[in-house]
């Protein structure tokens, strides 16, 4: 009398398997903004991964410029502290090293924006109507970063930089120099 079967408090214990048609549900997962170009697992992905980026943005930040200026010597002419440094001294220069992450830290608040799509786009518009203030800068210029950040993306990522992982930073960054292009015109 008064005890309750073994079978009775399965049913009621959470661990045990039973009842679980009775627990809550998790919320479903927030809806992306269809302006944004990834799904939401690849979103949970690409912020998952650039946490590991975030923790290395300096290193980051200069490989991606030093890929920069050795790819397009024509570019050199924006950064004229720089143009006849090698990477060795570039990688160990403060100025380099502030602009470096002056640059990376475009991509790094973008990651930071990316649930407010509205101030992302801002964010990336006012980034390509900077670029536009230089004087002779191309809008096609912006587009040259692309395989300069993927490098330096490889570089501090390793192992973690899959096939899906790469799949995944080439949609993000193709779309964030698009945003740049579009505010680089307006």
């Given at each position: 009398?008064?005890?309750?079967?073994?079978?009775?408090?399965?049913?009621?214990?959470?661990?045990?398997?039973?009842?679980?048609?009775?627990?809550?549900?998790?919320?479903?997962?927030?809806?992306?903004?269809?302006?944004?170009?990834?799904?939401?697992?690849?979103?949970?992905?690409?912020?998952?991964?650039?946490?590991n980026v975030a923790r290395n943005l300096e290193p980051t930040g200069k490989e991606m410029m030093?890929?920069l200026l050795n790819d397009n010597p024509d570019l050199k002419q924006y950064f004229p502290k720089?143009?006849?440094?090698?990477?060795?001294?570039?990688?160990?220069?403060?100025?380099?090293?502030?602009?470096?992450?002056?640059?990376?830290?475009?991509?790094?608040?973008?990651?930071?924006?990316?649930?407010?799509?509205?101030?992302?786009?801002?964010?990336?518009?006012?980034?390509?109507?900077?670029?536009?203030?230089?004087?002779?800068?191309?809008?096609?210029?912006?587009?040259?970063?692309?395989?300069?950040?993927?490098?330096?993306?490889?570089?501090?990522?390793?192992?973690?930089?899959?096939?899906?992982?790469?799949?995944?930073?080439?949609?993000?960054?193709?779309?964030?120099?698009?945003?740049?292009?579009?505010?680089?015109?307006?």
């Amino acid at each position: 009398m008064g005890a309750k079967s073994s079978k009775s408090k399965e049913k009621n214990n959470p661990k045990s398997g039973g009842g679980a048609a009775d627990l809550p549900q998790p919320p479903a997962a927030a809806a992306i903004d269809p302006r944004f170009p990834l799904t939401a697992r690849d979103k949970f992905s690409l912020v998952k991964s650039w946490k590991n980026v975030a923790r290395n943005l300096e290193p980051t930040g200069k490989e991606m410029m030093i890929k920069l200026l050795n790819d397009n010597p024509d570019l050199k002419q924006y950064f004229p502290k720089f143009k006849d440094k090698s990477a060795e001294q570039l990688r160990s220069d403060e100025d380099f090293e502030e602009m470096a992450l002056a640059h990376i830290t475009a991509y790094d608040q973008a990651i930071q924006d990316s649930d407010n799509v509205d101030q992302l786009i801002k964010n990336l518009h006012g980034v390509g109507r900077r670029h536009k203030a230089l004087p002779g800068f191309q809008e096609d210029y912006l587009a040259r970063m692309e395989k300069c950040l993927v490098f330096a993306l490889k570089s501090v990522l390793g192992d973690a930089y899959t096939d899906n992982m790469e799949r995944i930073y080439q949609i993000w960054i193709s779309w964030t120099t698009e945003q740049m292009r579009e505010g680089f015109r307006s």
